[in-house]
């Protein structure tokens, strides 16, 4: 299926026939649950979709216990949270560079902010029918398998997972771009 892309005359048209395009399957990786799958080519550089949910301020949701993979710091007036949000769909994007590996299975976009909003973005052509992955970051990787070795030895209360990856991502992330 070829996009006319020429005839959509405003982006929100866009994202949201993009949107459309999209499904929700059990993921390729195992143990990932679902997954984000396309139902039509993408060409590199395509926004796939916005990785949407209720925005805070970082003070008002830093108090997060660990158990909310969803967060998504962009700066300190916007994080995303993206828990119970189970229609919008670009929490489903897995990491396929993740403690388990695919053979053949490689990411094949990344997150991109535009002011307070964020969006998954093909960095590669991906093909109808295929699983979009998405970097989480190496070191939300390295405090998950932290995280499961305390698990092992103590039941006490672990640091917050998805908001020290966040923060550490993209805190980095922007200050290596000055």
Not at 30 to 37: E, H, I, K
Not at 98 to 124: H, M, P, Q
Not at 133 to 161: A, C, D, H, M, T
Request: positive net charge; glycine residues 8%; contains cysteine.
């Amino acid at each position: 299926m070829r996009l006319a892309v020429g005839r959509i005359f405003n982006s929100y048209q866009f994202m949201s026939f993009l949107e459309r395009q999209l499904q929700i399957n059990k993921s390729q990786l195992p143990g990932a649950g679902q997954g984000l799958f396309t139902k039509i080519d993408i060409q590199k550089g395509t926004r796939i979709v916005e990785y949407k949910g209720r925005l805070h301020r970082w003070k008002d949701i830093k108090h997060e216990d660990g158990h909310n993979g969803y967060l998504l710091y962009i700066n300190p007036n916007a994080v995303i949270n993206a828990l119970g949000t189970a229609k919008l769909i670009g929490r489903y994007a897995n990491d396929a560079n993740g403690i388990i590996r695919i053979e053949g299975l490689r990411n094949n976009s990344e997150y991109v902010t535009v002011g307070s909003r964020c969006f998954i973005t093909a960095t590669k052509n991906i093909k109808k029918g295929e699983e979009v992955f998405v970097k989480y970051g190496k070191e939300y990787w390295e405090l998950v398998k932290k995280i499961k070795s305390r698990k092992i030895r103590s039941s006490q209360p672990k640091e917050n997972l998805a908001l020290y990856f966040f923060t550490l991502k993209y805190k980095n992330q922007f200050n290596n771009r000055s």
